[in-house]
Structures are given as C-alpha cells and as structure tokens.
C-alpha cells in the first residue's frame, strides 16, 4: 500500500501529467475508444506541458507551502498576483478568468472577486470548469480540516467564478482527493453533504 506522502505527491503529479496528457484534446470531440491519447503535444502545446489549469494550480500549491491559510485575505491577494504575473505570458487562459484577471489586474483578491460579479452580471453566466481544474492544493492543505478546506475551495474558486455552482464542484472535488488520501478510496459522492 502507499504511503500517505506518496498519494499526496500522487496528487500533484497526476494532476500534472493527466493536464499534460490531455492538453492537446483540449476542445476537441471525445476521442473515442479506438482512437489514441498520446502525450504528442499540439496546438500551442509541446509534449508533456500542461495548460493553464496546472499553472493556476502551482501557484496555489507554492502560497499554500508557506504555511499561509488559504481563506485570509493575504493568501488569496498572493494568489491573485501569481495567477496576473503568470497570465501576461500565458500561450492559453480560459475566457472567464482571463476576464476576471485583466479587469483585476491581479490588485487583489477583493478586485478579483469584484471583476467576477461585473463578468457574471454583464454576461449572465461564470460557471465553467476552470475553477474545479485547480483546486487539489486546496485539498492537499487541508487535509486535517475538512471545514476549513470546504471554505476555502469555496473562498479560491470565487476569485474568478462568481456562479456558487462553481464553488460547489470545488468543493466535492476537494472532499473526494482528501478522501483519497486519507483512506485510498475514490468516492466523488462523499462531498455532497457539503453542498446546500
């Protein structure tokens, strides 16, 4: 069996490679059971590099390593200033956050928060998935406060997706990677308490 520290550098890895994997299909039609899924590159990808999903992610995964707690202010102001520096030379940023953080420019998490509700309001939607593809450093600092992890996943997908549809996927998301870990059982149920 592995290790608790294995399943959780699992985690990041994984999330790495299957990004990396699955670049190139991005926006693509399923590929079907007899067609190939190879880490070829394509489009602006080169083999074996992943998307904005990942690079979002390691920036919450290296304010996270300082010990910071993810739902203060402070945390989430340095996420937001990574996720602007990354995005000015960024090869791809999903539409809803690129919104979000040119409009914000990465001032703060309350500017960013802002610029999600002008997106929503001016477009009448901001779901997506962009907010849920980033969220197993959220997990992965919380894996002994399950309350705290469930606000701050909220807190995190906020600051670029203003619909709490998003939050919600956020937030079972993080139930079942920190299930995961702790137990090595996958079940993508075991967050639906979590959600109103």
Same mark, same amino acid.
């Given at each position: ?55 979002? *992610?390691? !920036?919450? $995964?290296?304010?996270?390593? &300082?010990?910071? #707690?993810?739902?203060?202010? %402070? =945390? ?74 469930? *606000?701050? !996943?909220? $807190?995190?997908?906020?600051? &670029?997706?203003? #619909?709490?549809?998003?939050? %919600? =996927? ?27």
């Amino acid at each position: 069996m592995s290790s608790k520290n294995d399943r959780i550098e699992g985690v990041l890895l994984g999330t790495a490679a299957g990004d990396a994997l699955g670049a190139p299909y991005e926006f693509q039609p399923p590929r079907g059971p007899k067609l190939p899924v190879e880490m070829a590159g394509g489009g602006p990808w080169e083999p074996g590099e992943w998307t904005d999903d990942t690079a979002m *992610a390691i !920036a919450i $995964a290296e304010v996270a390593a &300082t010990g910071a #707690d993810l739902r203060s202010d %402070d =945390a989430q102001d340095a996420i937001v200033a990574r996720w602007h520096q990354w995005s000015q030379g960024a090869k791809d940023v999903g539409i809803q956050t690129r919104s979000v953080l040119s409009r914000s420019r990465g001032a703060s998490a309350a500017a960013a928060r802002a610029a999600a509700v002008e997106v929503h309001e001016r477009t009448g939607r901001s779901g997506g998935n962009g907010s849920l593809m980033r969220t197993a450093p959220v997990a992965l600092a919380y894996l002994d406060d399950e309350e705290a992890m469930i *606000a701050a !996943a909220r $807190a995190i997908s906020s600051l &670029t997706h203003f #619909d709490p549809e998003a939050g %919600d =996927a956020g937030v079972l998301w993080c139930c079942a990677i920190r299930h995961a870990v702790l137990t090595t059982e996958l079940d993508v149920r075991i967050g639906l308490p979590h959600i109103d």
